[in-house]
T-cell receptor, first 113, second 113 residues
């Protein structure tokens, strides 16, 4: 069965600096999608970025980028120029062939002013 | 579009009472999901619908839980009778197509005393 592991329960970073959140997954499939979602204190989950497994190029969205290592089954999220509004829980998720999302346990990101 | 709309935002009830949570997906979305989030178990998929038809309800904890989607713009999740262990945040989410972005509502926080 597919699993998603986020090994960092909590991370902290100084405002304006860069932080990387880790995510590994286990699958035997070759075609799938990976996602990072953000859950701020308001509770609503918001998509940050997504990556198609067949694409070698790493996805980027403004200050957010991923380092997708398919062979290593690793999908880390890099946040550049961290802002106070980035403080949230970040969830890594894998979409399997049934199109269902399998979620990691989340990483709480703290931004220090 | 107003996004996925859930009600109520908060519900406090006593053990044994019936609870009904409501969801209005984004117009045009053909998939609807119900998730439960707790500190202990994280995000759990309870059930999902495609074109108003329940596809997978294997995540529904037990017979006390039921979900319906009578039309494309409305779904309910009912718990009867409720128990303290049902206390959680329940999210509704919708998307268009199998690989579309998943949009979440703000969640319904349920407390069963």
């Amino acid at each position: 069965a597919q699993t998603v592991t986020q090994s960092q329960p909590e991370m902290s970073v100084q405002e304006a600096e860069t932080v990387t959140l880790s995510c590994t997954y286990d699958t035997s499939e070759s075609d799938y999608y990976l996602f990072w979602y953000k859950q701020p204190p308001s509770r609503q989950m918001i998509l940050v970025i997504r990556q198609e497994a067949y694409k070698q190029q790493n996805a980027t969205e403004n200050r957010f980028s991923v380092n997708f290592q398919k062979a290593a089954k690793s999908f880390s999220l890099k946040i550049s120029d961290s802002q106070l509004g980035d403080a949230a829980m970040y969830f890594c998720a894998y979409a399997d062939s049934n199109y269902q999302l399998i979620w990691g346990a989340g990483t709480k990101l703290i931004i220090k002013p | 579009d107003a996004g996925v709309i859930q009600s109520p935002r908060h519900e406090v009830t006593e053990m044994g009472q019936e609870v009904t949570l409501r969801c209005k997906p984004i117009s045009g979305h053909d998939y609807l999901f119900w998730y439960r989030q707790t500190m202990m178990r994280g995000l759990e998929l309870l059930i999902y619908f495609n074109n108003n038809v329940p596809i997978d309800d294997s995540g529904m904890p037990e017979d006390r839980f039921s979900a319906k989607m009578p039309n494309a713009s409305f779904s309910t999740l009912k718990i009867q009778p409720s128990e303290p262990r049902d206390s959680a945040v329940y999210f509704c989410a919708s998307r268009t197509g199998a690989w579309g972005e998943l949009f979440f509502g703000e969640g319904s926080r349920l407390t069963v005393l």
